[in-house]
């Protein structure tokens, strides 16, 4: 079965400051990943996917995305964090032979930038 | 900016009420899910469609829940009788079919039972 774990529930960092945004995956297949932010009231909205190719993907706000199969993983990062991205971050991963067009979203991890 | 619209944002009802919530899609979209978020079990998949027909509902109360598209512009998410402990948020969002296409999000009808 397909699951996403984002094992942090929130996340400190300094405004300036790099900042990662950990998510590992488990599909049988080669998956299909993605970043979703939500900022307080609102839908969640897409930051950047990961279908093929270059592990290093590029998104929305500056964010960028790593895959790294052999991990399993797909850490969100950002060079120099702002205030804005204050938010809530959800990984979510879609499994191309699983027959089904879900998504399967993680527990979201809460980053706080610090001023 | 084409967007997911849902209606109403917020909703109080008593228990026992019925409750609908709209949802528009983005035009051209052929996949509509409804979820629902709760602090205590994130985002949950309630019901999903494609081309309007229900792939998954599987994630609903089937007693209390029902979904529907009666056409492309639109879809419901009924609950009758309504509980306290449905009081969440839910969001629809729609997408393109592709596999690897992203999900648009409304912004939500925050329902709180009485």
């Known amino acids: 079965a397909q699951s996403v774990a984002q094992p942090e529930d929130q996340v400190n960092v300094a405004e300036g400051n790099p900042l990662t945004v950990k998510c590992t995956y488990s599909?049988?297949?080669?998956?299909?990943l993605f970043w979703y932010v939500q900022y307080p009231n609102r839908g969640l909205q897409f930051l950047l996917k990961?279908?093929?190719?270059?592990?290093l993907v590029k998104g929305s706000y500056g964010f960028e995305a790593e895959f790294n199969k052999s991990q399993t993983s797909f850490h969100l990062k950002k060079p120099s964090a702002l205030v804005s991205d204050s938010a809530l971050y959800f990984c979510?991963?879609?499994?191309?032979?699983?027959?089904?067009?879900?998504?399967?979203f993680g527990t979201g991890t809460r980053l706080k930038v610090l001023a | 900016d084409a967007r997911v619209t849902q209606t109403p944002r917020h909703k109080v009802t008593e228990m026992g009420q019925e409750v609908t919530m709209r949802c528009q899609p983005i035009?051209?979209?052929?996949?509509v899910f409804w979820y629902r978020q709760t602090m205590m079990q994130g985002l949950e998949l309630l019901a999903y469609?494609?081309?309007?027909?229900?792939?998954?509902d599987s994630g609903m109360p089937k007693d209390r829940f029902s979904a529907e598209m009666p056409d492309a512009t639109l879809a419901t998410l009924k609950i009758q009788p309504s509980e306290p402990r449905d009081s969440a948020v839910y969001f629809c969002?729609?997408?393109?079919?592709?596999?690897?296409?992203?999900?648009?999000f409304g912004n939500g009808t925050r329902l709180t039972v009485t």
């Open positions: 969002a729609s997408g393109l079919g592709g596999i690897n296409s992203p999900l648009h």
């Open positions: 599909v049988s297949g080669n998956p299909y």
């Open positions: 990961y279908i093929t190719g270059d592990n």
């Open positions: 979510a991963v879609r499994d191309p032979t699983s027959g089904t067009y879900k998504y399967i």
């Open positions: 035009l051209g979209h052929n996949t």
């Open positions: 469609f494609r081309n309007r027909a229900p792939l998954d």
